[in-house]
């Protein structure tokens, strides 16, 4: 088997995870809105999005965004975890550079962040690994229901609120403040930053 070969198989290997992941997502959103009674075309409307972005949604066909992962669960009365691939297991280990990667923006030059934790309704935790670049596009204001935990692994990071001032952090620093604060964060630095997001949910 030639190194080329091999790329291909693992390559392939993260295609179909992700696709997995997309239709467990999907298959969990439809289940919740059927089980509200809600239309998809309603649901729609409530989130911004067309009824054919929600169509796709539920067969799997797109992904999702973080922020419209935090807003579907909002509007569908659950919690984002009760949205995601349920885990099968009381122990996860996620190894580095592994875990399922969404967008975190609703741009498509959003960066990508990495789940760390289990998924399924019950679960309250929810941590993600991020790699913030110079060249990552500014975060939209933020909020969501329960807390978040911000920890710098390396580089220094901005943490801004729409009320107050902003908060400086660097290697090793950390930062608790409730989710439902308008909140984004970008670098404080010319160099890269790695941030773990924990964010607890009430259910």
Do not use: C
Not at 27 to 53: D, N, P, T
Not at 115 to 135: D, E, N, P, V
């Amino acid at each position: 088997m030639t190194e080329g070969t091999g790329d291909q198989i693992e390559a392939t290997g993260a295609a179909a995870e992700a696709d997995t992941f997309a239709r467990d997502v999907g298959a969990a959103v439809r289940l919740r809105r059927q089980e509200l009674g809600m239309a998809s075309k309603e649901l729609a409307a409530r989130l911004g999005v067309s009824a054919s972005f929600i169509t796709q949604l539920e067969q799997g066909q797109s992904s999702i965004s973080l922020p419209r992962l935090y807003r579907l669960a909002e509007l569908l009365r659950t919690t984002p975890n009760g949205l995601l691939p349920v885990s099968s297991t009381s122990i996860l280990v996620t190894r580095a550079g592994t875990g399922h990667e969404m967008r975190a923006g609703n741009r498509d030059d959003a960066q990508w962040v990495r789940l760390l934790t289990r998924g399924g309704s019950g679960l309250s935790l929810k941590a993600h690994r991020y790699l913030i670049k110079q060249t990552d596009p500014p975060q939209d204001w933020f909020e969501h229901d329960g807390e978040d935990f911000v920890y710098v692994i390396r580089g220094h990071l901005r943490v801004e609120f729409r009320r107050g001032r902003p908060v400086d952090l660097g290697p090793g620093d950390a930062l608790n403040h409730d989710g439902d604060l308008p909140h984004r964060w970008g670098l404080g630095s010319d160099q890269p930053a790695e941030v773990l997001i924990v964010n607890n949910f009430q259910h």
